[in-house]
């Protein structure tokens, strides 16, 4: 369970700190190089969204401007903007652990006492260590009952690089005191073959290069070819292809599909829609294409009446610095229209300028 800030309103601030231990780890360069560089190597700068001045100020000059923003009369949620979205993650993180240092008090805190609603929450997760935060959702996902919310966990299973899912799974047993894979595994224990796919997508460690087998690809092709039409997409030559395979080899094999049977895979496991079929698509859109699904998540969650701020929020903060760009490029094919435009019909004020600031331009 989360620590208690003690305000006595129930706010519970520090389940968006980290624990004690975790803040401590923050001291250790070698371990966030490790982190961030696993983070960073999902989609490489090019596709990024956030703009970083080329000469940043020092951690010290941000944390002071941080910290008049917050005191006098109101907030001056401008000054937080221009600077936490306009800071990559190694940047944060040091201008989160030098407001501490100078000021004897958490960011994250402080961050949660001025600000409010989903512009609060918008930059919080934006602010924490990547790791945690991924946790964090995850960690939320699984208290919900909506099947959407199995796209989190998913996300974090597979539109992540290798070295990210294992930060992600020390995070979570960190502030959680129970591993991720446990959790799900009890969540969904009489829903089979859906736990046991999960399981094994979330304890994976794909080989991060680019090595291809063609006949191999052809091979798996044709296992999977075999599992559609005998209705048999939850077998376990499926679930081992899936959670196995590194991303390249996936792609070969998907396109080895496509070439011997006429159509993606995903169009042929749609066919019998259910559950399980849904979380299929989804996690080879993660593997093999993030951004169609990252725009699904977007559209999705400003269509209709209503508009989901957190799935909105979610696949804002955790790709902007990762290929946000490519996901507008892909927004504006698939909806004729493009990611910002939404962004700006659907959210107001300070949420709507922070979400756009990560955005970025449209000059694609």
């Known amino acids: 369970m989360p620590e208690s800030c003690g305000c006595g309103c129930g706010c519970c601030v520090l389940e968006y700190a980290p624990s004690l231990h975790l803040f401590l780890d923050r001291f250790n360069p070698f371990l966030h190089l490790f982190n961030l560089a696993g983070a960073q190597r999902l989609g490489g700068e090019e596709m990024a969204t956030i703009t970083v001045p080329a000469s940043s100020p020092s951690p010290d000059e941000d944390a002071n401007k941080l910290r008049k923003a917050f005191q006098g009369w109101g907030t001056d949620e401008k000054t937080i903007i221009e600077i936490l979205s306009h800071r990559n993650a190694a940047q944060r993180l040091a201008i989160a652990e030098t407001y501490a240092r100078l000021y004897g008090e958490s960011l994250l805190e402080r961050l949660h006492s001025e600000l409010s609603g989903d512009f609060r929450k918008a930059v919080m997760l934006w602010t924490m260590d990547p790791a945690e935060r991924d946790a964090k959702l995850a960690n939320e996902a699984l208290k919900r009952k909506v099947d959407s919310h199995l796209w989190v966990i998913i996300e974090v299973a597979c539109a992540s690089s290798p070295d990210h899912l294992i930060a992600v799974r020390k995070a979570y047993c960190s502030l959680y005191s129970s591993s991720i894979e446990e959790e799900v595994a009890h969540r969904f224990s009489t829903i089979q073959p859906?736990?046991?796919?999960?399981?094994?997508?979330?304890?994976?460690?794909?080989?991060?290069?680019?090595?291809?087998?063609?006949?191999?690809?052809?091979?798996?092709?044709?296992?999977?070819?075999?599992?559609?039409?005998?209705?048999?997409?939850g077998n376990e030559d499926v679930i081992r292809i899936l959670s196995t395979r590194n991303k390249s080899q996936l792609e070969e094999t998907f396109k080895c599909y496509i070439e011997n049977y006429g159509k993606h895979i995903v169009e042929?496991?749609?066919?019998?829609?259910?559950?399980?079929?849904?979380?299929?698509?989804?996690?080879?859109?993660?593997?093999?294409?993030?951004?169609?699904?990252?725009?699904?998540?977007?559209?999705?969650?400003?269509?209709?009446?209503?508009?989901?701020?957190?799935?909105?929020?979610?696949?804002?903060?955790?790709?902007?610095?990762?290929?946000?760009?490519?996901?507008?490029?892909?927004?504006?094919?698939?909806?004729?229209?493009?990611?910002k435009a939404d962004v700006i019909d659907d959210t107001s004020g300070d949420y709507m300028r922070f979400l756009l600031a990560l955005v970025g331009s449209e000059d694609l």
Request: charged letters at 25%; one cysteine or more; proline letters at 2%.
């Open 194 to 233: 859906l736990s046991k796919l999960l399981v094994c997508l979330l304890t994976s460690y794909r080989y991060p290069g680019d090595h291809v087998d063609s006949e191999l690809a052809k091979y798996e092709a044709a296992q999977l070819s075999d599992a559609v039409k005998s209705n048999q997409v």
């Open 268 to 339: 042929d496991i749609e066919v019998n829609k259910s559950q399980f079929t849904g979380v299929l698509k989804t996690a080879i859109w993660c593997l093999t294409s993030p951004e169609k699904h990252f725009a699904e998540v977007v559209r999705t969650s400003v269509v209709g009446l209503g508009t989901d701020e957190d799935s909105l929020t979610r696949a804002i903060v955790t790709r902007a610095e990762i290929d946000l760009k490519k996901i507008k490029m892909e927004y504006k094919i698939q909806y004729k229209t493009t990611l």
